[in-house]
């Protein structure tokens, strides 16, 4: 029987992921944070089940930043990779990085949050979508 799960993993291939339902939501962030993290304007992440990833390889190779107040941004100790939005108090994968996915991920970002903070170099597109200025409401 054919696996229905997604996958992914780091640029490198030292960490690997799947996803055992498929992705509740996808939204684009414009923080600060988010722009010194990836070097992009907007990072694209995928809300996903609680307990719906697993580390399938190369757990041992993902490393953590929590900035203050926020969650923590997990990626690949090895070639810096961004994979995942943790918990930072159980340390629970609450998203995974769209680009990390090996195949289409099924879900579209549906809203931009801290929108307040889009970098000036690169215009929100005038794509329909929602904004928050701020965190969106949960």
Known sequence: MA????????????VRFELTE???RAVYCHCTRCQRRTGTGASASALVAPGS???TQGEDRVRGWTPEGGRTKGFCADCGSAL???DPASGA????RLGAFD???????SARQYTAYAAPWEPIPDDGL????ERMPA
């Open 3 to 14: 696996s229905t799960s997604l996958t992914g993993g780091c640029g490198c291939g030292a």
């Open 130 to 133: 929602p904004r928050h200025p």
């Open 93 to 96: 994968i609450a998203g995974v």
């Open 53 to 55: 990833v697993r580390v």
């Open 103 to 109: 195949a289409d991920p099924g879900v579209r970002p």
């Open 84 to 86: 995942f939005v943790q």
């Open 22 to 24: 498929p992705p509740l």
